[in-house]
């Protein structure tokens, strides 16, 4: 969408506005129209990233001419999850759910007091194509997987059969008391990626956005509580990050984001993604 702007430092007599170049999402049968660039872009241009894209938007007016919106702020996450993988919004539930058996059986208010440490949701869900979730491309039949060798595996070759010598790197197995490691590969299993688009009820700023120290520490403080409860219901966060550790504006409170690598203790796998 190209939308005229309502920027004040345009000269009054212009006979043409200031063009800005804006999005339109879909998520369900909701639109929303993004507002400057995105809040977050990390890795978004790399190939084998989850090409995560998060935006500042308000919901469209259906059928309003010229296009209106909404006052109210809410964050969209365009994102490639791992195939397979649960929607976030699933995950809170499910968190809650257990918060909230625990509290039938012992009398304790984890559920309520939990949900204003996490993320609301309006929306989450799998983009559809056609009819089908939007995911990116199977291997051909006849691949070969790519291998690597572990740097840890490597190794040192002695200086007599060696023409050049580097003694920070000779004796590396030896001080690591492991003698010479054999040499063996890792195979890195392909996950294809499947697109999902997730709509939060309240704007948030990063720690790395705040400049007050006592609001830091709140933050940090309430994203703590959010690990316990976690714990209580018996889950583990697996991406733990500054990044993820936010504070809401309205609310004043912190919030741990980013729900999807999270996992009950009990179904944690090496072959899960890493975080």
């Given amino acids: 969408q190209v939308i005229p702007s309502s920027d004040p430092i345009m000269p009054s007599d212009s006979e043409q506005p200031k063009k800005v170049v804006a999005y339109e999402y879909s998520v369900g049968n909701t639109s929303y129209l993004t507002e400057g660039g995105p809040i977050s872009e990390i890795s978004a241009y790399h190939i084998n990233s989850r090409a995560t894209r998060v935006w500042l938007v308000r919901e469209i007016i259906p059928n309003s001419t010229p296009l209106a919106v909404k006052d109210e702020y809410r964050v969209l996450k365009d994102v490639w999850f791992d195939s397979g993988a649960k929607l976030e919004m699933d995950i809170s539930n499910d968190i809650f759910g257990r918060l909230k058996e625990s509290d039938n059986k012992n009398g304790t208010t984890y559920e309520t007091d939990a949900r204003d440490y996490f993320m609301k949701f309006e929306h989450d869900e799998f983009v559809g194509m056609d009819g089908t979730t939007d995911v990116s491309f199977e291997l051909p039949e006849g691949y070969r997987k790519a291998s690597f060798t572990s740097s840890r595996q490597v190794v040192a070759i002695p200086a007599a059969q060696s023409q050049r010598h580097d003694p920070s790197t000779v004796d590396i197995h030896k001080s690591q008391g492991s003698g010479i490691a054999p040499s063996s590969s890792h195979i890195f299993k392909h996950h294809t990626r499947a697109h ?75 072959h899960d993604p890493l975080t």
């Fill in 196 to 270: 999902v688009r997730t709509v939060y009820a309240e704007v948030c700023r990063s720690i790395y956005e705040l400049r007050d120290y006592a609001t830091v520490v709140r933050a940090l403080r309430d994203n703590v509580k959010a690990l316990w409860y976690l714990h209580k219901a018996g889950y583990v966060h697996r991406d733990v990050s500054a990044g993820n550790c936010l504070w809401g504006i309205a609310s004043e409170k912190g919030k741990l984001s980013d729900l999807e690598y999270a996992r009950p203790y009990d179904e944690l796998s090496i």
